[in-house]
């Protein structure tokens, strides 16, 4: 297909119903628990939420990246905090895995991160390092028979809680991003510490600091080759965008459909507030928004499942989108009025929510850089891929 098709396939519909019954039915009733919930976690697995785009041998269902946003935009409409689970248990861990890793990484790990019978995390930030990624102080060495690593990791989503992560680290700082590795290291040993980070919102998914003395990684999870750990961020980096962009799109559907039900409902001066004409602008420029943020998403996607470039365009759909649930956010707390100020309406927590979408997987100002170098022509965004999704369907 070298057109895109708006209309969604029988396939993705399907898993599109099952993800909208299961955010109403299992996570709505349980909303105002805002701490993160195993059990659900696990249920999304078996129902095959994180395995749209990977085949079945890794417990997939081989729908594509596509399916994967309309899920992961459904479970955020009603719980945006549940929506890092999509990063680190599909694409920026076990994707990972699949991508670079050896096929013995593949078989010990993918399958079980996809079924969510095991948790991950991916280990970019540090206490003195945040998009700058070249500058990780993490420190790898190669002891013969294995890897040794130490430093520290902060801001990690599902830091607290994972089973396995994929740390990213150097071997000589000077040599920038010429000096990083990617390596997949089991959280269950000696010198893994991790304490929980309290924050405003998303807090569904907890995210840690984390402390690593003399951790050891076996020779065969390097992910890649030695040196090359920062092609490894950057393709991470770019399907990463995918879920996040996903799920603001998803945050912003649930301040606009809240909205218009409180505008409907809510009478002031003997009539409902939606037959007010600031009212119904802002409602049309909610509604605006959040579908152009959606089809900035869909059309990054489709690009990615065409096996084509698409680093400035989920770029684009990713900036856009945060900067879209933020906005949006904002004028729902509006049309709410004091109720959208109490704990007693959704959308206070769909406020706190929002903000992490403008920094999380790169920060707005980082996608502004992004695509401004390559409006200027001053750094092309889009780049020649290693791999491509094709390559792993029907992965045997």
Known sequence: MDQMDFELTKEVKAIQKETRRFARQEVLPR???????????????????????????????????LAHAVVCEEISRVDSGLRPLFNVQALTVAYTIMERGT??????????????????CTCFSEPNVGSDIASIETSIEDKGDYFLLNGAKTWISNGSVADVAIVYATFDGSLKHKGLCAVVVDTDQPGWTTQETPKLGDKSSPIAEIHLKDVRAPKENLLGVWGGGFKVAMSALDRGRISVASGAVGLAQACVDCSIEYANKRIQFGKPIAQYQLVKGSIAEMVSLTEAAR????????????????TREIALAKYFAGETVVKVAGMAMEIHGGMGYSLEMPVEKYYRDAKLYQIGEGTANIMRILIADDALGIKKANRKRLHVPSEFRNLE
């Open 103 to 120: 096929s013995g990484a593949r078989d010990k790990y993918v399958k079980d991160l996809v079924l969510a019978q095991k948790l991950g």
């Open 31 to 65: 909303i105002k628990e805002e701490v993160f919930k195993r059990d659900l976690v696990s249920k999304m697995g078996k129902l095959g939420f994180f395995g749209c785009a990977f085949p079945m041998k890794y417990g997939g269902s081989d729908l594509g990246f």
């Open 295 to 310: 089809l900035l998403v869909w059309r990054g996607v489709w690009l990615n499942d065409q096996d084509r470039p698409f």
